[in-house]
């Protein structure tokens, strides 16, 4: 698995848990959305597992802004990191 990987599910994981307590907000989008940019980078190859972990997370965190057909289309296209801050900060 790699680093960045890594850092964008624990970014996810950081941000449900804030939401979990009522404190989720624009500072843990911007850390998802940072951590997605570099995963994202065109650079790093994601197996369809990896694509699960993330569809899954972004799905919990947007609750019900996005469905996991449409989440997983968004995370084949090409601006895969703007389209998660996008839905999350629609759901903020």
């Known amino acids: ?3 960045q990987f890594t850092d964008l599910l624990k970014s996810f994981d950081k941000a449900i848990k804030n939401k979990e307590k009522g404190k989720f ?3 843990d989008v911007k850390e998802i959305y940072s951590a997605a ?3 994202f980078d065109g650079e790093t190859y994601l197996d369809p597992q990896q ?6 997370r ?5 609750e019900g802004k996005i469905d996991k057909s449409h989440a997983m289309a ?3 296209g090409t601006s895969r990191a ?4 996008s839905v999350l900060l629609s759901s903020l």
């Open 37 to 39: 940019s570099s995963l």
């Open 74 to 76: 968004k995370l084949q």
């Open 51 to 56: 694509m699960e972990q993330i569809r899954d």
């Open 1 to 3: 698995m790699s680093e």
């Open 25 to 27: 907000g624009k500072k």
């Open 58 to 62: 972004w799905i919990t965190l947007a």
């Open 82 to 85: 703007e389209a998660i801050q």
